[in-house]
């Protein structure tokens, strides 16, 4: 299991998850309030403890000239589910594959490709591999946002709800 996290440690993953790569140490420490040095040790430690295992960037496919990009639902064996995940990985034009823990569709794979002799392709090989393909869906859109565990103490714009404070109020009148 991980370890604790304190109120800095939490406001400095959900500054970088805003934006880690104009995100400063000294600005996370002036939202934080501590030093830069604490901040860039924290971060240190954050990433030696395996909390922050990299920063990676968030690629538009689509002006990358990807313009498709599909979610395969995949059946594997489960014992042999890390095993075709790896060679599902090696697949050219797969970009994200997500190992479920239970259940008949336990491997999410998400693709991308020019055009749809690319996406046949991408197909056929996971089909040659041994595995049943459950589902396939084209993606439209995909929205990423930082995970509001981590909101910065204090701050009344990100600080978290309690879904009963709307009701208590509601109570009150």
Do not use: W
């Amino acid at each position: 299991m991980g370890r604790e996290l304190d109120d800095i440690d939490r406001s400095i993953l959900y500054l970088l998850q805003q934006d880690a790569r104009n995100t400063t140490a000294q600005e996370i420490a002036d939202t934080a309030g501590v030093s830069a040095s604490t901040v860039r040790n924290r971060i240190e430690r954050l990433e030696d403890d395996g909390i922050i295992r990299g920063y990676h960037p968030e690629i538009d496919y689509e002006a990358a000239n990807l313009p498709l990009q599909l979610t395969f639902v995949v059946t594997a064996p489960p014992r042999e589910l890390q095993h075709y995940s790896e060679q599902i990985r090696g697949i050219q034009g797969i970009i994200d594959v997500r190992e479920m823990l239970t259940g008949r569709r336990n491997l999410f794979v998400d693709a991308v490709g020019t055009s749809s002799k690319d996406i046949t392709r991408i197909t056929d090989t996971i089909h040659d591999l041994g595995v049943e393909i459950e589902s396939s869906e084209m993606m439209r859109r995909r929205h990423v946002q930082p995970f509001n565990h981590f909101f910065l103490q204090g701050s009344e714009e990100t600080e978290a709800r309690d879904d009963d404070d709307e009701f208590d109020d509601a109570d009150s009148t």
